[in-house]
């Protein structure tokens, strides 16, 4: 048991990265069409320290929001960090417990003009039917949060990183519309690649290199990784990708081929009938058979360009994993097999 509670505790540091409010401005921008009159879920750490909630309640009224959800779960390393609220008389410290917040209205409490993160401070210290303790520990596969979860229509967070194939089976099996952040590797999991496939998910309008806050416990590391002016630790990561099922004008957008064909610049695999393009900037633009390009190629994918013939991974991953990506005898990183249209 000690060393099961160790390992679960391990796993724990591993996902405590905590996005920036400028990403999620930055990407949010281009949904903004989708949340009117729409019931929105965080599943977070602390609402009021969780960036997703701060934007969604700064933004509640100009997005047009029905209802705004959001869970803390027991143990939270950031909770009460920047505002500790009053539990009334819970006898605990506030980090050992789980509550969630259900927001239908943010106003201009103190009357300065504005809607702001003082008046959302307010509305969670002052109006007792805003905030509710939770009786289960608030992790997102508890009955109380999949109850939440089935009130959504929208769900926007931060989720673990280990558990993000677990995150998204709920989100499918219960058919939910999300805008969520993941590791680029996600894409290629035996459990996530079929619903690419599909078009049941595709990639957000942003993908590539981010950087989040980490909690002082975090351990240096050689590499994307510094402590700020305040003491504050970071690091980045040069593979995230949003994940949605949410349209987004950048997935109309073709991508230009100028590359021409020629069996000089193309080899095809050892064991399956494909070219191999190694750089998606190197897709030919005269080529109809089928092609294998990394993974990247997801960022640009456009259904109405392209097919999605399946993936050269394990070989037996699932219905949609074909083979090995072996060339000339040197097996290669995971490949997309794609076709044009």
């Known amino acids: 048991m000690a060393n099961k509670n160790l390992n679960q505790a391990k796993e724990a540091k591993k996902d405590e990265f905590y996005t920036q409010l400028v990403d999620i401005e930055n990407e949010l921008k281009h949904y903004r069409e989708h949340f009117r009159d ?3 879920l965080c599943n977070c750490d602390d609402p009021y320290e969780s960036n997703f909630f701060k934007y969604f309640a700064l933004n509640f009224n100009a997005l047009g929001l029905r209802k705004l959800i959001a869970t803390c779960y027991n143990g939270s390393p950031v909770q009460g960090n920047e505002l500790m609220i009053d539990f009334g008389d819970f006898t605990e410290e506030p980090k050992k417990k789980a509550f969630k917040v259900e927001i239908t209205e943010v106003n201009d409490y103190n009357g300065d003009g504005v809607v702001n993160l003082t008046d959302v401070q307010y509305l969670l210290q002052n109006d007792r039917n805003v905030l509710t303790m939770l009786k289960e520990n608030g992790d997102f596969r508890s009955r109380e949060c999949i109850e939440l979860l089935k009130e959504a229509d929208i769900v926007c967070t931060n989720p673990p990183f280990s558990l993000f194939r677990e995150y998204v089976a709920q989100l499918m099996k219960y058919e939910k519309k999300f805008l969520i952040i993941g590791n680029q ?3 290629k999991y035996k459990e996530i690649f079929p619903f690419i496939i599909q078009n049941k998910i595709w990639l957000g309008n942003k993908a590539g290199d981010m950087a989040f806050k980490v909690p002082p416990t ?8 510094w402590q700020d002016e305040t003491g504050q630790k970071w690091r980045s990561l040069g593979n995230i990708c949003w994940f949605t099922n949410l349209y987004h004008k950048k997935r ?3 991508l230009v081929l100028w590359k021409s064909f020629s069996p000089e610049d193309y080899s095809t695999y050892d064991n399956y009938n494909a070219i191999e393009v190694g750089k998606v900037d190197n897709i030919p633009c005269d080529y109809d058979g089928i092609m294998g390009v990394p993974i990247t190629f997801l960022d640009k994918y456009n259904p109405d360009q392209f097919e999605i013939i399946g993936v050269l991974n394990h070989g037996c991953d699932n219905e949609y994993d074909l083979a090995k990506p ?9 490949r997309i097999l794609i076709k044009r249209k």
Not at 326 to 334: Q, R, V
């Open 185 to 187: 590797n996600a894409l």
């Open 252 to 254: 109309k957008e073709k």
């Open 218 to 225: 975090y351990e240096a590391r050689e590499t994307r990784y």
């Open 38 to 40: 729409k019931v929105v």
């Open 326 to 334: 072996i060339l000339n005898g040197k097996e290669l990183y995971t």
